[in-house]
């Protein structure tokens, strides 16, 4: 990550408030996810294995996209500093390696690339004992909002 991008952003960045969030009425609520932590150099999400899984009882691998998607989007979100500027996704990459059955998965998405009108993050997902369960690279461009 670029010296000049860091010095844009303090320490208590304005997208701190999303901590603790689970925006309701979205895909991150009907999950369950909930954001643990949310800076320029690290966004970690979570949600919980039961009611993500598959019929035969494991994590859903699509479930588990929604979360690297999710934690990735909203990383790139601290990018923004205006409110005429969206985060779309544009590309993702997950490689599936552990399955997971119970308790809760955890998202970090660290920062590969941060430009003016696209990022890449890469993202960690690990279960509650630190077992690296799937591994994501999404892209996501910065564009302007559209006229209501």
Known sequence: ??????????????YEHAVGLTFPGTL????????????????VVRMPVAGNTQRVGILHGGATAALAE???????????TDDH??????????????TAREGMVTATAVPEHLGRTSTVHLVRIEDEK??????????NRLIPRRAE
């Open 1 to 14: 990550m670029s010296e000049k991008h860091s010095a844009k952003h303090s320490p208590d960045s304005l």
């Open 28 to 43: 991150m609520e009907r999950m369950g996810m909930e954001v643990l932590e949310h800076r320029v150099e690290r966004t």
């Open 70 to 80: 999710t934690a990735g989007s909203l990383a790139a979100s601290t990018t923004v």
């Open 85 to 98: 500027t969206i985060v779309v996704g544009v590309e993702l990459s997950i490689s599936h390696l552990r």
């Open 130 to 139: 630190g077992r690296l369960i799937s591994t994501a690279r999404i892209s």
